[in-house]
């Protein structure tokens, strides 16, 4: 069964601090990997979406990782701001396109 | 970068009234636009597919004469809930395929149904 699963639900870091954000998938067959965030009650944003062949890619303090052989990325944050609350998810791609989403992980940055 | 927009943002609603929300690509063209639901603290579930000039593919489990899907045009899809009931009020969002792989979201329309 394809999943897409996050770690952890939650996060609670101080302003300034870095995190890292974990997803695992079992996709078959693998498309690509997104990374999205989603604050409160709004809709999804993307940050970075990766192919089979890309194993890192940026986007500003954002810089996710992929590894195709253990099928695991991160979503690594540098000096967290207080907008970075939000949710994070990971969506994983299928080749029909299909989307796969993780079920988020929760962040808190507290000044 | 692409946008998508959503109208209304959100909307309160009698039980048993329909309710439409419109799902519009500003700038660019999409022959495919999504509609998603999301309840609270919960990920994305799809509801359907909707094809420009045809008829939507509705996931399983999703009522295709409870949730109407129209897609007219190339930058417009609609979603009508009919007869809603309290337990359809939840986050919706579409989303429009600019490319093979990718897809940008609206921001949402939260419906209220008391």
């Known amino acids: 069964k394809n999943q897409v699963e996050q770690s952890p639900q939650s996060l609670i870091i101080l302003e300034g601090k870095n995190c890292t954000l974990q997803c695992n998938y079992t996709v078959s067959p693998f498309s690509n990997l997104r990374w999205y965030k989603q604050d409160t009650g709004r809709g999804p944003v993307s940050l970075t979406i990766?192919?089979?062949?890309?194993n890192t890619k940026s986007n500003g303090r954002y810089t996710a990782t992929l590894d195709a052989d253990t099928k695991q990325s991160s979503l690594h944050i540098t000096a967290s701001q207080l907008s970075d609350s939000a949710s994070y998810i990971c969506?994983?791609?299928?080749?029909?396109?299909?989307?796969?989403f993780g079920t988020g992980t929760r962040l808190q940055v507290f000044p | 970068g692409a946008v998508v927009s959503q109208h209304p943002s959100w909307v309160i609603c009698k039980s048993g009234t329909s309710v439409k929300i419109e799902c519009r690509s500003l700038d660019f063209q999409a022959t495919t636009m999504f509609w998603y639901r999301q309840f609270p603290k919960q990920s994305l579930m799809l509801m359907a597919t909707?094809?420009?000039?045809?008829?939507?593919?509705?996931e399983q489990g999703v009522e295709k004469d409870k949730f109407l899907i129209n897609h007219a045009s190339l930058t417009l899809s609609t979603l009508t809930v009919t007869s809603a009931h309290p337990e359809d009020s939840s986050f919706y969002i579409c989303?429009?395929?600019?490319?093979?792989?990718?897809?940008?979201f609206g921001p949402g329309t939260r419906l209220t149904v008391t």
């Open positions: 969506v994983v791609s299928d080749n029909t396109d299909k989307l796969i």
């Open positions: 989303s429009a395929r600019i490319s093979h792989h990718e897809q940008y």
């Open positions: 990766m192919t089979f062949s890309e």
């Open positions: 909707s094809n420009e000039g045809s008829k939507a593919t509705y």
